[in-house]
């Protein structure tokens, strides 16, 4: 099975039914074991991304939050969010297929903190220069929640 024309055919798809350009196939020993296109403007959920409906299902399926045999076949890639999922599951390999440069004289997306492509210089920023207002409120009960943990983990 070809897993790119795969992926391809799956982003086309939700494109044509109204959806954003992008999925996600994963696999496993050779069979597609989760696949997902980019659901956000379907559901108007900003985290309906295609890596991370498909890894949320490979997940469920295997019964593990490790995907490290499979293989994850993505259209572009990966925003920050999704890699950042990515690097959670951990495959063996993520295979991707456009880069955002080659897409971006046909699809653009822009939100009031957010742009893809100055994004990576925004993440790298302390966060007390970031441009989304973010703010620490200590408090030292938090603290009792991660010493709880390991306590019930060691």
């Known amino acids: 099975m070809n897993f790119l024309r795969r992926t391809i055919d799956l982003a086309m798809k939700n494109v044509e039914e109204?959806?954003?350009p992008f999925a996600t196939v994963i696999v496993c020993?050779?069979?597609?074991?989760?696949?997902?296109?980019?659901?956000?403007?379907q559901t108007q959920d900003p985290t309906a991304?295609?890596?991370?409906?498909?890894?949320?299902d490979a997940c469920t399926k295997l019964?593990?939050?490790h995907l490290t045999d499979c293989d994850i076949y993505i259209l572009?890639?990966?925003?920050?969010m999704c890699l950042g999922a990515l690097y959670y599951c951990s495959p063996r390999q993520v295979i991707y297929i456009v880069?955002?440069?080659?897409?971006?004289?046909?699809y653009h997306d822009d939100r009031k903190y957010f742009e893809l492509n100055t994004f990576y210089t925004e993440f790298s920023k302390p966060m007390s220069e970031h441009?989304?207002?973010?703010?620490?409120q200590q408090d030292d009960r938090a603290l009792r929640v991660y010493q709880r943990w390991q306590a019930l983990n060691s």
Not at 29 to 41: D, K, L, M, Q, T
Not at 99 to 106: G, L, V
């Open 99 to 106: 880069t955002r440069e080659d897409y971006a004289q046909f």
């Open 131 to 136: 441009r989304l207002p973010i703010i620490q």
């Open 49 to 56: 991304h295609a890596e991370i409906l498909a890894i949320r």
């Open 18 to 20: 109204g959806g954003r």
């Open 29 to 41: 020993n050779g069979e597609v074991i989760a696949e997902s296109p980019n659901r956000v403007a």
């Open 63 to 65: 019964g593990t939050e």
């Open 76 to 80: 572009a890639s990966p925003c920050p």
